[in-house]
């Protein structure tokens, strides 16, 4: 089964609306790690945003903000106020305590003018 | 500083060069990760270094060989590699027991 599931392969949002990138994972543990990655055409992945599986508030950086439904396995990131630079690649991932990351297959945003 | 920093950018090569990747990073962290990414697809984890040991081969072709000289420093040796090796080559970091993984830039390789 896939640890990391992300069912929106591309996903169109207009500058300056909010655009929400969906993201479930799958695991029995108790304690993991959930992150978000945004990986510019560059190459470079640069980490956005991390959720603790005990952590009761959602995580929040900036524009960026993750919403977490654990009961559900979902960890969904919210990007508010889309800007032109915010056209990339994202990835969802997992991290088991001791266990290497999973990621999900992506989703690619581009931001219209 | 949270920034692990990787050499060349670009590298063209043919199929009986050798070369080396180089990763760099001054974080402390004791976990240091070498990641293989085709284009459009999610980073395929390759070797796993915990305090300069290695601790995982994802199942990785002999003609990639690691080496942790170092707490500090990472490299990838390449030799008689194939054309389907193109790709994108991420090394990461981590503290030992915490989450979060941190990657630099990566370096682009065509092999020719």
């Known amino acids: 089964a896939q640890k990391i599931t992300q069912t929106q392969p591309g996903m169109f949002v207009q500058e300056k609306e909010a655009v929400t990138l969906d993201c479930t994972y799958d695991t029995s543990d108790q304690s993991y790690g959930l992150f978000w990655y945004k990986q510019p055409s560059s190459g470079e992945m640069i980490f956005l945003i991390y959720q603790g599986s005990y952590d009761e508030q959602n995580a929040t950086e900036g524009r960026y903000s993750l919403n977490f439904q654990k009961a559900r396995k979902s960890a969904n990131l919210v990007i508010s106020a889309s800007q032109l630079g915010d056209s990339a690649m994202y990835f969802c991932?997992?991290?088991?305590?001791?266990?290497?990351?999973?990621f999900g297959t992506g989703t690619s945003l581009t931001v219209i003018p | 500083d949270t920034e692990v920093t990787q050499t060349p950018k670009h590298l063209v090569m043919g199929m009986t060069n050798k070369k080396s990747l180089k990763c760099e990073q001054h974080?402390?962290?004791?976990?240091m990760y070498w990641y293989k990414q085709k284009a459009k697809k999610p980073p395929e984890l390759m070797f796993v270094y915990s305090y300069e040991k290695l601790s995982i081969n994802e199942s990785v072709p002999s003609r990639f060989s690691p080496e942790c000289p170092n707490s500090s420093l990472l490299n990838l040796h390449l030799h008689a590699l194939q054309p389907e090796d193109s790709a994108l080559y991420l090394c990461?970091?981590?503290?030992?027991?915490?989450?979060?993984?941190?990657f630099g830039p990566g370096t682009r390789l065509l092999v020719l």
């Open positions: 991932a997992m991290r088991e305590l001791g266990n290497q990351f999973y």
């Open positions: 990461a970091s981590s503290q030992d027991g915490s989450f979060a993984e941190y």
């Open positions: 974080m402390g962290h004791r976990a």
